[in-house]
């Protein structure tokens, strides 16, 4: 018999023997609520050698693939879009097929569990068993940045208390010190520079020369601080104007109140007022008495701003020969506007003097804005 007749027989045998060494993979896919799921798509990606199979979910949520060389692979589920879950190193085998099952509602529990636990650093026996080295050490991990963090968290909200605690009974030297280890603890928060800021302001009242200077410009570093963070905060523009103000830096004052007035026009009466008061102080009348104006046309019912321009204007007021004083135009108006806002104010004492003195009439009745006006009485 020639050669190549006898030799036909094992290469048929050889190609069957290929053609046998093919395996199969199945499983079903439910959805968070436990449902079979239609249409997952179920990528097969084979691990040993490269190649690539994808196959979706039935009606029923069942899936199976065949024909698939035996090999090692990655089975993963994706939804929507997304991969939703994966096994790895799932390594197939002849005759039945190898079952791959996914439960989104399953592993969203387990993932809720894991992360309960990643919080309490507590494990159930089941847990500690199913999870590989790499997710114990990442529970570890997280055990221990939580740790780390609550202690931090407790220690910066301790220092902030007592910083707070410390400014209500006027201990700012106190405070300054528990806010600047807070701001060390967390150099993020706005309101742990705002509160510094004012501390140092506070103590910069209590001294003089070089030691107040360095208290108001502490105070001016911890506002800015506080404006890195809160840049659009309208009231720490105000608290950094009036610091400014302090160190007679009228024109970095000026630049911060209008900043304040830009960002937050509803407090503009206020912050009109502020610098007006300011100004007093520092003996720049002109520029108070623009401010004080200001106020009232900002806000109508500023009956302090009324009061303390009408006051502002009568600096500027002569006297005649004969003893009678002749005050600027709009005085006598702002002391009645003040009396009308406040009837019983702290200075309509001290308006009605002022407009006595100016020869002014002094109405003997006021009643507070939005007051109803009595009936008219009848005719006999």
């Not at 035996?70 to 879950?85: A, F, K, P, R, S």
Request: hydrophobic share 35%; charged share 25%; proline share 5%.
């Amino acid at each position: 018999m020639p050669s190549f007749l006898r030799t036909l027989p094992l290469s048929l045998l050889f190609a069957g023997a290929v053609l046998a060494q093919t395996s199969q993979i199945e499983g079903v896919v439910k959805d968070a609520s436990g449902q079979p799921l239609k249409d997952a798509l179920i990528k097969i990606e084979r691990k040993d050698i490269k190649g690539s199979y994808k196959v979706k979910t039935r009606k029923k949520g069942d899936y199976l693939h065949a024909g698939l060389p035996l090999g090692t692979y990655t089975i993963v589920c994706e939804v929507n879009g997304q991969d939703v879950d994966k096994v790895d190193n799932v390594r197939t085998k002849l005759g039945d097929p190898t079952v791959i099952n996914f439960d989104l509602k399953a592993r969203a529990d387990q993932q809720q569990a894991m992360a309960k636990a990643a919080e309490t650093g507590q494990l159930t026996q089941e847990q500690a068993r199913d999870m590989t080295p790499e997710q114990k050490a990442a529970i570890e991990k997280a055990v221990k940045e939580r740790s780390a963090a609550m202690a931090k968290n407790k220690a910066l909200n301790d220092s902030f208390n007592q910083g707070m605690e410390a400014m209500k009974t006027k201990q700012y030297p106190t405070a300054i010190e528990q806010f600047g280890k807070a701001s060390e603890m967390d150099p993020k928060q706005h309101v742990i520079w705002g509160q510094l800021a004012e501390a140092h302001a506070e103590v910069a009242k209590t001294k003089t020369g070089a030691e107040q200077e360095a208290e108001l410009a502490k105070s001016v570093e911890a506002y800015n601080k506080a404006l890195e963070l809160m840049p659009n905060d309208g009231g720490y523009h105000n608290n950094l104007a009036l610091v400014y103000a302090k160190m007679k830096k009228f024109p970095e004052m000026q630049g911060e109140i209008e900043k304040a007035i830009q960002l937050d026009p509803t407090q503009a009466g206020k912050y009109y007022f502020n610098m007006g008061a300011v100004l007093t102080n520092a003996g720049q009348a002109d520029a108070a008495c623009t401010n004080f104006k200001k106020a009232t046309e900002a806000d109508a019912n500023y009956a302090d701003a009324y009061y303390q321009y009408g006051i502002c204007l009568t600096n500027k007021a002569q006297v005649k020969p004969d003893g009678t004083m002749v005050a600027p135009e709009g005085t006598s108006e702002a002391f009645q506007k003040y009396l009308a806002l406040k009837p019983d104010g702290p200075n309509a004492e001290s308006a009605k003097g002022m407009l006595q003195a100016m020869g002014g009439k002094v109405e003997t009745q006021y009643s507070a804005p939005g007051a109803k006006k009595p009936a008219p009485g009848r005719k006999k």
